[in-house]
């Protein structure tokens, strides 16, 4: 059974979310309804992995003390000489 809910948003949100929602052929009050039921919905949805993507698990292995920053930072130094 469907009730009437009011809403007060800011201006831009809700044209924003009317363009949206005409670009994707839905009413504005069906994106809410599927917004809000996603997030209140108990059981999470499980993404399937890919054999690939199985397969390729734990191929690589880093060193438990890799600091990603380190190379990052030691990157941009040798890029911006």
């Given at each position: ?33 599927s917004y809000l039921g996603s997030l209140t919905q108990e059981e ?38």
């Amino acid at each position: 059974m469907d009730k009437k809910l009011t809403l007060s948003l800011n201006g831009n949100i809700i044209e924003t979310a009317k363009n949206y929602a005409k670009s994707n052929n839905i009413s504005l009050s069906k994106l809410i309804e599927s917004y809000l039921g996603s997030l209140t919905q108990e059981e999470k949805q499980e993404v399937e992995i890919s054999p690939l993507v199985k397969s390729l698990s734990g191929v690589i292995s880093i060193d438990k003390n890799y600091n990603i920053k380190d190379d990052y930072t030691q990157y941009l130094i040798e890029k911006y000489k």
